[in-house]
């Protein structure tokens, strides 16, 4: 199959530039509210007491108000500090010289539980300085809300650890096993080198997700592109197959959002009835959970995409995976004991 090109190029209008700024003007549908309220406050206070980021903040979602206020927050670990530089990117780089907070699982995991998520999200920032990129202390991370939390599904953002077999292993096999393994190819082949770090690339990318399935068949991968960059139409398709072809199942397409003057420059405005299209696509391929629209994130409703009505069973797995069941509402998903 492939994409309807001409449909797609009658949806494209060139943006509108800022006569001030030089800037594109961000068209009706990308902008967004910011509210206010007490959840909000509440999460933030609790993060900050544990030493906590969440990469809500450090990325400057737009969506973070909405869903702060309704008890969802990703999870930055490994520290607020990146060692790759990519060019979309608003997260701090720099070299953390293998610091690493051992109290961080606990912190996590403590807060995982006072929100009393069904489905949590923990990303990481690129620890390029540690021997094994973080994947260790991942690991027990994912094994202290497993403990606290045995009904909670985590899903794991994560980097490409090089593409090492050896630490993805660390990572996915933690525990009873990890349910979600999301990375993000973040852009299509031609554009990577231009919009990652030099130590990220498009076919690395694949191979750790390709390594994931053949460690763990059980574990869902998932991964994210940004439109906007100065892609073509056959390029994203492209890409989507490429995924598909690695069996990536879940798959979230957004719109670039340009951090500030020192970032990459947004190429294109996309038309929502053009995420619409991609998302038929992506369907039609074999995806089983897919989101796009202007304002999708990589972790934005990352419950919505997982099978509905399923979280583990603590603690048991068959040699396929995860062994899965339908929670109720009667059912608790942690131990908030102390909340």
């Not at 109290?103 to 690129?126: K, W």
């Not at 630490?167 to 299509?188: I, Q």
């Not at 690395?204 to 998932?222: A, V």
Request: a negative charge.
């Amino acid at each position: 199959m492939s994409a309807d090109y001409a449909y797609l190029e009658s949806l494209s209008v060139e943006p509108e530039i800022n006569p001030r700024t030089g800037l594109p003007l961000k068209p009706r549908w990308l902008k967004v509210d910011q509210v206010q309220g007490d959840r909000l406050y509440d999460i933030k206070r609790n993060l900050r007491g544990d030493r906590l980021y969440t990469v809500c903040e450090e990325a400057r979602c737009p969506n973070i108000s909405e869903c702060w206020n309704v008890g969802t927050a990703t999870f930055m670990i490994l520290g607020d500090t990146c060692t790759r530089g990519c060019r979309f990117c608003a997260v701090k780089t720099g070299n953390p010289g293998g610091v690493t907070d051992p109290e961080e699982p606990h912190h996590v995991a403590r807060n995982v539980a006072l929100m009393g998520l069904d489905y949590a999200v923990i990303t990481m920032v690129d620890r390029d300085d540690l021997p094994d990129g973080g994947a260790d202390h991942v690991r027990q991370v994912i094994e202290a809300i497993q403990m606290k939390c045995p009904q909670t599904v985590i899903e794991i953002l994560a980097g490409d650890f090089k593409a090492d077999a050896g630490a993805l292993e660390t990572v996915v096999t933690a525990g009873r096993g990890l349910e979600v393994f999301a990375h993000n190819v973040e852009t299509v082949e031609r554009l990577s080198p231009r919009v990652r770090d030099a130590r990220a690339s498009y076919r690395q990318s694949l191979e750790s997700l390709r390594h994931i399935k053949e460690i763990r068949p059980g574990t869902y991968t998932k991964s994210a592109i940004m439109l906007g960059l100065g892609e073509d139409f056959m390029e994203i398709e492209q890409t989507l197959k490429d995924l598909r072809e690695v069996g990536v199942e879940i798959i979230t397409l957004g719109q670039y959002l340009q951090p500030s003057r020192k970032h990459l420059r947004i190429k294109r405005f996309v038309d929502p009835r053009e995420f619409e299209y991609w998302k038929s696509f992506a369907e039609d391929l074999g995806f089983t959970g897919v989101a796009a629209g202007p304002l999708v994130r990589s972790s934005y409703k990352a419950s919505h995409l997982f099978p509905k009505g399923q979280l583990p069973l603590g603690g048991s797995q068959d040699a396929g995976g995860t062994t899965f069941k339908h929670v109720t509402g009667t059912e608790t998903a942690c131990d908030n004991g102390g909340r």
